[in-house]
């Protein structure tokens, strides 16, 4: 069933007012598309039921049955007579359940093929894609990840970047090594009480967005404890919620208990076929709506889900950040 195909078609496209036949616009999209891989786990890599996919996008599913027929026949004549090969590289997974593995979509269609860190593309190479290295080495390259302060400091945080030019003037968007200079105003009263000012701002900022797309309201003078990321068991969101009960049943048991007011904002997306990563969102929703909804200690604790996290609102949650949780498991992150 793996290699389940359907009859040949054409593939009708217009480029430059001309019809192209299926060998050419494969063409045009290897040379297009390049794939960078975030995740060395395979319960993270995403994969989508195949009668769910049927059910939504027959067409696609029909143009995936044609590209994995094609590519298994190249991977028969690279590598003859290894059917346990062809059903590893397969565009459609057998085990527990047929699915469409999105992972090996990508990497079949892409010209360029990365991890986000030098030993993470070597891992990749090793073990999550090494089947595919073996027949594309040349494919395989390494970007290591990093933050641009364009995006995550200028245009997400556009008070603290006033507040920096003001400072030490424009030049450390593009240099870095400039931003030393803030050294010499670290025990400036006055540089201090704009920091803070830009800080709040940001606060006052997420809590209208978070107030506007859960009903949640959140006080900026809070602490603001921030896991904004994907869901997985490895980067802990349980660990996280678990603090939470704790708290909770700490001012239960004594409502004198004297603790800092915070407001505990999660987010991020499981992958569609992680149903303990679903699990986690689920619990820490319904841990929200007990902590909220209690008067013992919603005076002291807030919980709120993000919904649909993406790049965008992440300019918002990440710069209002006090507390940004980096708990994952050791070794893995």
Do not use: C
Not at 89 to 104: F, K, Q, T
């Amino acid at each position: 069933d793996a290699l389940q195909t359907v009859p040949e078609f054409e593939l009708r496209l217009l480029v430059d007012e001309r019809r192209i036949d299926w060998d050419e616009a494969w063409e045009i999209t290897v040379a297009t598309f390049g794939y960078t891989n975030h995740t060395l786990l395979p319960e993270a890599l995403e994969t989508w039921p195949l009668a769910m996919f049927d059910e939504s996008l027959p067409r696609h599913l029909e143009i995936i049955y044609e590209i994995n027929r094609r590519f298994l026949d190249e991977v028969r004549a690279a590598f003859p007579g290894d059917d346990d090969r062809l059903r590893r590289m397969s565009l459609i997974g057998e085990d527990g359940g047929r699915s469409v593995r999105m992972a090996h979509l990508a990497t079949v269609g892409s010209h360029s093929i990365n991890g986000v860190a030098a030993l993470h593309s070597e891992l990749l190479k090793a073990n999550v894609l090494k089947d595919f290295y073996e027949m594309w080495p040349e494919r395989f390259s390494n970007k290591t990840n990093g933050v641009t302060p364009r995006r995550f400091l200028a245009l997400a945080n556009p008070g603290l970047r006033a507040l920096l030019d003001r400072t030490i003037g424009d030049g450390w968007l593009t240099d870095l090594g400039r931003l030393r200079g803030l050294e010499a105003f670290a025990d400036d009263p006055s540089y201090q009480r704009e920091w803070r000012e830009v800080k709040r701002a940001n606060k006052i900022r997420l809590a209208q967005y978070v107030h506007a797309a859960t009903g949640i309201e959140l006080n900026p003078d809070w602490l603001f404890d921030i896991h904004v990321k994907r869901i997985h068991e490895y980067k802990r969101q349980h660990l996280n919620v678990l603090h939470i009960i704790t708290l909770y049943h700490r001012l239960k048991r004594n409502p004198g208990l004297v603790i800092p007011p915070r407001a505990f904002v999660f987010g991020g997306k499981a992958a569609p076929g992680y149903f303990l990563a679903k699990r986690i969102i689920k619990l820490i929703n319904a841990v929200g709506e007990t902590v909220n909804n209690d008067p013992d200690v919603n005076r002291l604790l807030k919980v709120a889900f993000v919904p649909n996290y993406n790049v965008q609102n992440a300019e918002i949650i990440y710069p209002a950040a006090d507390l940004s949780e980096q708990i994952s498991t050791a070794g893995k992150e």
